[in-house]
């Protein structure tokens, strides 16, 4: 648009984002419906650069949305779920976005994946470049089960997405080693927060999780049985 010497006359505009609540657009409310299967279509024709080319794979691919220790809401035991999820049967690939990721790398890697696994968070967003069929697994940490409904579990079933969650208990929470397992910030977190968004700050940026291992593996057989079926889907 620097680059424009013309002018351009429109009988109206809007500017900014039409949003009827946190990721929600009702098409009853827009003069031209739309959805946001419409909004993944517009990604897909932007980022894909040959959407007709998923290559084949003999292991369902799983990508496993990371986050650092600065951001909080961290993976613990990291390697631990890496190795459940292979010994399951998928076939993991770490994703680790940042702010000069590649989107059109990341549509790649993600568009061409039967699953994906991550905490509660914005990279969770990424979701959007996912399949119809394929799974969604949102880990909901302690205190997070309203953002977590509203921001995915809600517009992932729009989509058409296989969603499953994992809620995070006490004792695998690293809020236990610091409040104890019994504390108010555990066992009640409306009652702590009392509405003050400020508190949601213990829950968000000073929790980590570190996954049971017994209960993780019953819960990645579950994903990968949803995952095989995709994949053979589409095979």
């Not at 351009?8 to 003069?31: A, E, R, T």
């Not at 419409?38 to 998923?54: G, H, M, R, T, W």
């Not at 994946?113 to 940490?141: C, D, E, I, K, Y």
């Amino acid at each position: 648009m620097d680059n424009e010497n013309l002018t351009h006359c429109f009988p109206s505009v809007i500017v900014g984002l039409i949003s009827h609540g946190p990721m929600i657009i009702n098409p009853k409310l827009l003069p031209h419906p739309k959805t946001l299967l419409d909004f993944q279509a517009i990604l897909q024709n932007a980022y894909s650069q040959d959407p007709d080319e998923i290559p084949s794979s003999q292991r369902p691919r799983l990508v496993l949305v990371n986050r650092n220790a600065k951001v909080g809401r961290m993976i613990m035991n990291l390697e631990e779920v890496i190795k459940t999820a292979n010994e399951v049967g998928f076939d993991v690939t770490i994703f680790e976005p940042a702010r000069n990721t590649s989107l059109v790398e990341s549509f790649k890697l993600i568009h061409a994946s039967h699953a994906m696994l991550g905490v509660h968070g914005a990279a969770l967003t990424n979701f959007l470049f996912l399949r119809p069929g394929s799974v969604l697994m949102q880990v909901v940490p302690i205190g997070t089960q309203w953002l977590s409904d509203t921001y995915f579990r809600n517009p992932a079933r729009v989509l058409g997405l296989e969603y499953l969650e994992y809620k995070i208990k006490a004792e695998e929470s690293s809020l236990a080693e610091r409040y104890g397992a019994n504390d108010t910030v555990l066992t009640n977190p409306k009652a702590f927060t009392r509405g003050n968004w400020k508190h949601m700050h213990v829950y968000l940026k000073t929790q980590n999780v570190k996954f049971d291992k017994v209960k993780l593996k019953r819960y990645l057989k579950n994903a990968y049985r949803k995952a095989k079926i995709f994949m053979d889907k589409e095979s």
